[in-house]
């Protein structure tokens, strides 16, 4: 037996709307989701793995490898719920919405990005006003932040 990691050969898929499937199976058992979401790492090239205990997986990622599933202000603070039911403040200066009207941030301490659930575009979008230039923006203790966007 060796220390190594094993890479184990199978296909793991994460869709669009953050669901998790093993060979095409959808992965509904909340530990395993939870376990497989931890995790998950970086692989330096562009790409994920799946690191559990000594076992390697890639990871097949149609859009992030996380969605944010709620957002709340809360006082001068935007709060993101994640899909793997952790809650983090939302870095602003990592927010942008996209050519298709689809927001995205990153999450993790910066180490992933997070596509935002219709929900919670909703309800981030609530904060949103808008100057006279008609370009919208987030004010935070007095701080207008302003939302960029692809062109």
């Known amino acids: 037996m060796t220390n190594k990691a094993q890479e184990v ?10 669901n998790w499937f093993y060979n095409g199976a959808q992965i509904v058992n909340r530990n395993i989701f939870l376990l497989f979401c931890k995790g998950l790492e970086n692989d330096g090239k562009g790409g994920y793995l799946l690191k559990v205990d000594k076992e390697t997986s890639s990871v097949i990622v149609e859009s992030t490898p996380f969605v944010v599933v709620d957002a709340v202000k809360d006082g001068d603070v935007l709060k993101v719920q994640l899909n793997d039911e952790t809650m983090e403040t939302l870095n602003l200066e990592s927010f ?13 301490e910066g180490r992933f990005s997070a596509r935002f659930l219709r929900k919670a575009y909703y309800r981030i979008a609530e904060c949103f006003e808008q100057d006279e230039d008609e370009r919208f923006f987030v ?4 701080e207008k932040i302003y939302v960029k966007q692809e062109k």
């Open 139 to 142: 004010k935070l203790a007095g």
């Open 9 to 18: 050969e199978s296909e793991i898929r994460i869709d669009i709307e953050g």
């Open 96 to 108: 942008f919405i996209d050519r298709n009207n689809v927001p995205f941030c990153r999450v993790k």
